[in-house]
């Protein structure tokens, strides 16, 4: 039995470590993306939003979510693994912060909003600011 621990542990690391499959980006998702962010310019990603508040938020896909900020700023976040099923509509990211505020490595809950029914979860990535270029 000792012997059986350590490769279970071996296993369930190499499993965690696996890198998520990342299925292609449709075009609608992508036409909706280039409407948010064409044009604009990528700045250095920051730790946290500036402020949140959920009807800011714009779901691309399960791979991208962008959040509207002040001055025709947007966020983008890429989940780290994705943020399923967030794509097919109803659900809603319900997070635990004490501020209104949304940081890179919090973990947000995908709810069902008609049931309240936790779907899944994802942890938030860096939030990269997309602005139209200085004049």
């Known amino acids: 039995m000792h012997r059986i621990a350590p490769l279970l542990?071996?296993?369930?690391?190499?499993?965690?470590a696996a890198p998520a499959s990342s299925e292609p980006r449709s075009a609608k998702a992508e036409a909706q993306l280039?409407?948010?962010i064409g044009g604009k310019v990528a700045g250095a990603p920051v730790d946290c939003l500036p402020a949140f508040r959920p009807d800011d938020m714009v779901v691309i896909d399960n791979q991208t979510i962008l959040f509207k900020g002040?001055?025709?700023?947007v966020y983008r976040n890429d989940p780290p693994g994705g943020c399923s099923p967030m794509k097919t509509g109803g659900?809603?990211?319900v997070t635990r912060s004490t501020?209104?505020?949304l940081c890179r490595g919090e973990i947000a809950q995908v709810v069902d909003v008609?049931?309240?029914?936790?779907?899944?979860?994802?942890?938030?990535?860096p939030f990269v600011p997309y602005?139209?270029?200085?004049?």
Do not use: E, F, K
């Open 114 to 125: 008609r049931s309240g029914v936790i779907a899944g979860s994802c942890a938030m990535g």
């Open 99 to 101: 501020s209104n505020r």
């Open 9 to 16: 542990l071996a296993g369930a690391v190499l499993v965690c």
């Open 34 to 36: 280039q409407r948010w």
């Open 131 to 135: 602005q139209a270029p200085a004049r």
């Open 91 to 93: 659900y809603s990211l």
């Open 70 to 73: 002040n001055h025709n700023v």
